[in-house]
T-cell receptor, first 113, second 114 residues
Framework: SAVISQKPSRDICQRGTSLTIQCQVDSQVTMMFWYRQQPGQSLTLIATANQGSEATYESGFVIDKFPISRPNLTFSTLTVSNMSPEDSSIYLC??????????FGPGTRLTVT | GENVEQHPSTLSVQEGDSAVIKCTYSDSASNYFPWYKQELGKRPQLIIDIRSNVGEKKDQRIAVTLNKTAKHFSLHITETQPEDSAVYFCAASIKSGGYNKLIFGAGTRLAVHP
């Protein structure tokens, strides 16, 4: 597995603002993923971040709302832009350990007021 | 697209009993099926997985079975303990643009009563 950290662990933000979430892993990984977990719900994939290329977004998620950076093999950021209360969720990054396994970061609990 | 259905949504057992959670998937090309345990306020934790070339895998008190023909797989927990109480998610892999991504079931909230 890998040691994965996320910052911040939680935040309370006002609507209309943006928050950038950081994901750091202790080893080089090719694929990183960003998920959203709404209260009491399952995990929904937002996008896949492959180092050196543009992120690939899932249906219902767009780059303008959730821009992602992947500057190197150990780090990624997800920005939640122009937030509304509907964006209140837990945001989790995960890393792929080839060929299939995924391990999750501790998550960022976002509340938008 | 790929869909993963998970049942039951809640499960309540007495300590020492067995618990079974079932999932079905739609994409016949899926070949990797992990199970995650998520305790309250914690991250999902990979507890066991199975690949399509295997029918059953066991790790102490937990086991997973896979029926590729019927496209379903199950998690079995024996001799349940209160610390098994959590939400369990199944997932199925799908190939997308040269990499594998996971589609998750809706989750099962397991309560083990002493």
């Amino acid at each position: 597995s890998a040691v994965i950290s996320q910052k911040p662990s939680r935040d309370i933000c006002q609507r209309g603002t943006s928050l950038t979430i950081q994901c750091q892993v202790d080893s080089q990984v090719t694929m990183m993923f960003w998920y959203r977990q709404q209260p009491g719900q399952s995990l929904t994939l937002i996008a896949t971040a492959n180092q050196g290329s543009e992120a690939t977004y899932e249906s219902g998620f767009v780059i303008d709302k959730f821009p992602i950076s992947r500057p190197n093999l150990t780090f990624s950021t997800l920005t939640v832009s122009n937030m509304s209360p509907e964006d209140s969720s837990i945001y989790l990054c995960s890393v792929a350990v080839p060929p299939y396994e995924q391990y999750f970061g501790p998550g960022t609990r976002l509340t938008v007021t | 697209g790929e869909n993963v259905e998970q049942h039951p949504s809640t499960l309540s057992v007495q300590e020492g009993d067995s618990a079974v959670i079932k999932c079905t998937y739609s994409d016949s090309a899926s070949n990797y099926f992990p199970w995650y345990k998520q305790e309250l306020g914690k991250r999902p934790q990979l507890i066991i997985d199975i690949r399509s070339n295997v029918g059953e895998k066991k790790d102490q008190r937990i086991a997973v079975t896979l029926n590729k023909t019927a496209k379903h797989f199950s998690l079995h927990i024996t001799e349940t303990q209160p610390e098994d109480s959590a939400v369990y998610f199944c997932a199925a892999s799908i190939k997308s643009g040269g990499y594998n991504k996971l589609i998750f079931g809706a989750g099962t909230r397991l309560a083990v009563h002493p």
